[in-house]
């Protein structure tokens, strides 16, 4: 991402562009969507969402044209741009009718799924699925009747913390009973589906109408996103730049094609399994300690700790603990969290970042159990200690030691 593709303006799409002197670009932009293309078998890609967050705006944008716009401008028999105040205005009115069903927040949706501080929530009227209070996890018989009943415009899949595969055939089938666009948010997940973990009705790719995704979490790469479809959004896409952004960031742009060409080798196929060979490695030694773990473990990088069951301590609390302790990890609220978002009653942990360091199922072993001991209460200086010593053996970059880089307390 440090490289001076930053000073160069270009919006538009690759040799379709406002500005001049973009050729080097078009050739980096158009190489990266070709290598997402190749990667997750996709029918057509942009590159250019800023983030996770831009590329979900965007592929509303380029729904609500698709599905509304489209057709109010052939009622009106008139492009948006030739249309008196007034009639734009019935177009307008249109879009705020709209609803989208997204996972809830509380369950491990996302932000952008229709939460009310959001514009996902502002933008349209927003209803959300949950999972089933036994399981923890997705009861797709009530998500299909509350389908039925919401009858939305946009059915959104995807999460930031849920730890089990959702069955996408079944999205699908849901969403063409009920006439929506299929939306996966594989932000979390992508680098599973690239590394090809996820495979079959667990890839949402030949599922979905739209996929948009983070480039920086599974999948490994610069912070930015990514959107995905079929055919039919192909043109929407295109607009990202005037819908929902101005000039693409072309650095970051061949920071993804470099990633993109990582994801497609060998090596990330291991990275991939290997994510969920020590995340569900993990779990088990989470659940051999005593720890109740979401439903009963996962399938994917994450998983999400009932640290108040199992410690007597909100989510608030474990965080400090464990930073102190010199392992971060972020509070999560629990499915039918009674303690709301700020405390929380629960902890998410993942295994992308420490399998990139190389380690492996041993080593889960020792992670869960410096947790463990730190959130029973044990002081915090011997854990940190034993923690420095466990990174010691794993460095980042193997040429710079550990404690020019380490911050100590
Ligand atoms: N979608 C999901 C499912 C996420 O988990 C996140 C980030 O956590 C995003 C979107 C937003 O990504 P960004 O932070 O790049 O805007």
């Not at 995704?213 to 996103?225: C, E, N, Q």
Request: net charge neutral; hydrophobic share 40%.
């Amino acid at each position: 991402m440090g490289n001076w593709l930053t000073d160069k303006y270009a919006e538009g799409i690759p040799y379709q562009r406002y500005y001049a002197g973009c050729q080097n670009v078009d050739d980096i932009e158009s190489y990266a969507q070709e290598l997402a293309k190749k990667l997750f078998n996709a029918e057509a890609c942009t590159v250019q969402p800023h983030s996770g967050c831009d590329a979900n705006l965007a592929a509303y944008l380029a729904i609500l044209a698709e599905v509304i716009e489209n057709s109010k401008v052939k009622e009106i028999g008139k492009p948006l741009m030739q249309m008196t105040h007034d009639e734009f205005e019935t177009v307008r009115q249109e879009f705020t009718k709209a609803r989208i069903l997204g996972m809830s927040l509380k369950d491990g949706g996302h932000l952008t799924h229709g939460f009310r501080n959001n514009f996902s929530g502002k933008l349209f009227e927003a209803f959300s699925y949950g999972v089933d209070p036994v399981t923890e996890m997705i009861n797709y018989d009530e998500l299909r009747l509350l389908a039925k009943k919401i009858q939305p415009h946009i059915l959104i899949a995807g999460y930031s913390s849920y730890s089990r595969k959702v069955d996408f055939s079944i999205m699908r089938s849901i969403a063409d009973e009920v006439g929506a666009v299929l939306l996966v948010d594989m932000a979390h997940f992508s680098g599973l589906v690239a590394g090809k973990v996820l495979t079959g009705n667990f890839d949402p790719i030949p599922f979905a109408d739209i996929v948009t995704s983070t480039t920086h979490k599974t999948l490994r790469g610069p912070r930015g996103g990514i959107i995905l479809s079929k055919k039919r959004f192909e043109e929407g896409l295109k607009r990202v730049c005037p819908l929902a952004q101005g000039g693409p960031l072309e650095h970051v742009i061949a920071a993804k094609a470099v990633a993109f060409e990582e994801a497609l080798t060998a090596d990330f196929q291991t990275y991939a399994r290997k994510i969920v060979e020590n995340s569900t490695s993990l779990a088990r030694h989470f659940m051999d300690e005593g720890v109740r773990v979401i439903t009963g473990g996962t399938e994917n990088h994450l998983m999400v700790l009932d640290v108040f069951k199992s410690f007597g301590l909100t989510g608030k609390e474990a965080e400090e603990r464990l930073f102190n302790g010199g392992i971060i990890v972020n509070k999560n609220a629990i499915p039918n969290d009674s303690r709301g978002v700020i405390q929380t009653s629960g902890i998410r942990v993942g295994t992308a970042a420490i399998t990139t360091l190389n380690m492996g199922e041993p080593q889960m072993q020792e992670v869960a159990n410096f947790i463990v001991r730190c959130l029973k209460g044990e002081d915090p200086a011997k854990i940190r200690a034993d923690v420095q010593r466990l990174k010691a053996r794993y460095p980042l970059y193997k040429a710079i030691s550990l404690g020019k880089l380490c911050h100590t307390n």
